[in-house]
């Protein structure tokens, strides 16, 4: 539910109005084929976890597989990620409000969500838990309700309220066929889609505070792909058969727009609220999620001593504050460009969700390595046709990368420029911690074996 919490947010609920302005029907593609390399990412980390279970996850994994570097690296960027993506997050919040209270300026609402977020990450993990379960059960059932009533707009051909518009597949073909903008719309918002799968690799960092994680993951990550296929495959396919693309705006849900012009009492209204439910239960998950990570790389000295302090609740409350801290900046660009902060959060955020998938995949492809030679032992739930799929997900998220680079949208071109200036940083820092451990005597390169490994 945690992983379903996260990966169903704002790159559904709000993202998917913006991509069907832009790539039209054809968004669907898109959806289908980063799904696909989503399912392959979470067989991977399955594998991993079942080898050594612990609540750095792919960190550890990548510094055990990889190197060192590859752990302090790819720990800072799923930082960069979930810090980006909880701006994207309470900037999402922020939108939905002002559907009832215009007069707020963006910002303060922006303020407001991450007050009660961080409150609830500082209280108890038991808490976070709990409410995580709840939001992302209620964020699964207005989808849920979204399809049956979809399905049942389009198998019987009904008008859509007073919109003029009649809900069937004539809506895939009849405003521009099926690639409206061309077929190069569909590749250019893979990036988004992707970020929109960002959240479901949480499994593997809640396997480390969960009893008996070698029962548990294999079932939680079977079941959370083909959820989240149902979900985000089809509820874009509905959205594309209930109204035309071109009836989708990027300011306003989907789900919204659709419930709005059905013209039942109050069911937009309804529909929003679910859907800020949806923004804060992702914040949240990514509050959660950078506390442990920041806590996994500060007890190796690569990140801020601060960071690894844990309060008598097991809250590791220094890496929680430290994001807080970046959600801060997000306020500020909800009051600085409004318009654009939730598009410029989404596509830095999608450097780290790449990273982050990419580390996986080729940590996944080292432990085979090793299987090979004898030196570790494969468990039974294995990443299906290894090590030629890790390959193929690879050189897909690398393509989207290349994508990036071609885009004429500046908000994206923002992002590419700033993937040299992390790069820069990143190995700045490392070789600072690099230096220090060479004056300390300390090689830092080995990660902890057995039951210990999970104790972060």
Known sequence: MIAIGGAIGVGLFLGVGGRLQFAGPGLMLSYAISGIAAFFVMRALGELVMHRPTAGSFVEYAREFVGPWAGYA???????????????????????????????????????????????????????????FWFALVKALAIIAFLFVGLALVLTSSEVGDTGHRAGLHNLTDHGGFFPQGFPAVLMVL????????AIEMVGIAAGETDNPRKVVPKAINSVVWRIAFFYIGSVLLLTLVLPWTVYRSD????????????????????????????????????????????????????????????SRHVPYGGILFTAVIYL????????????????????????????????????????????????????????????TGWLT???LVGVLVLMV?????????????????????????????RRRARAGVAGATPPAGPAATES
Request: glycine share 8%; aromatic share 12%; with cysteine.
């Open 406 to 434: 071609f885009s004429d949208d500046w908000k994206q071109q923002v992002s590419v420029a700033i993937a040299p200036v992390l790069a820069v940083v990143l190995g700045g820092g490392w070789w600072i911690i690099s």
């Open 394 to 396: 690879l050189a897909f």
């Open 252 to 311: 306003e849900s989907p789900f919204v727009t659709v419930f709005s012009a059905i013209g039942l009492p109050a069911a937009g209204d309804v529909m929003n609220a679910v859907v800020l439910t949806a923004a804060l239960s992702s914040c949240n998950s990514g509050l959660y999620s950078t506390g442990r990570i920041l806590r996994s790389l500060a007890n190796r000295g690569e990140a801020p001593a601060f960071t690894a302090r844990m309060s």
């Open 191 to 198: 990036q988004g889609v992707v970020f929109a799968f960002a």
């Open 74 to 132: 790819s720990g800072w960027m799923f930082w960069v990620n979930w810090a980006m993506t909880g701006i994207a997050e309470i900037t999402a919040a922020a939108l939905y409000v002002e559907r009832w209270l215009p007069d707020v300026p963006q910002w303060i609402t922006a303020l407001v969500a991450l007050a009660v977020l961080l409150s609830v990450n500082l209280l108890s993990v038991k808490l976070f838990g709990e409410m995580e």
């Open 329 to 388: 900046f997000g306020v500020f660009l909800n009051y600085w460009v409004p318009k654009d902060a939730f598009d410029i959060a989404v596509n830095v955020a999608s450097l780290g969700v790449i990273t982050t998938w990419m580390t996986l995949l080729y940590s996944q492809i080292r432990f085979r390595r090793k299987a090979r030679r004898g030196e570790v032992a494969v468990p039974a739930f294995r990443m299906p046709g290894a090590p030629v």
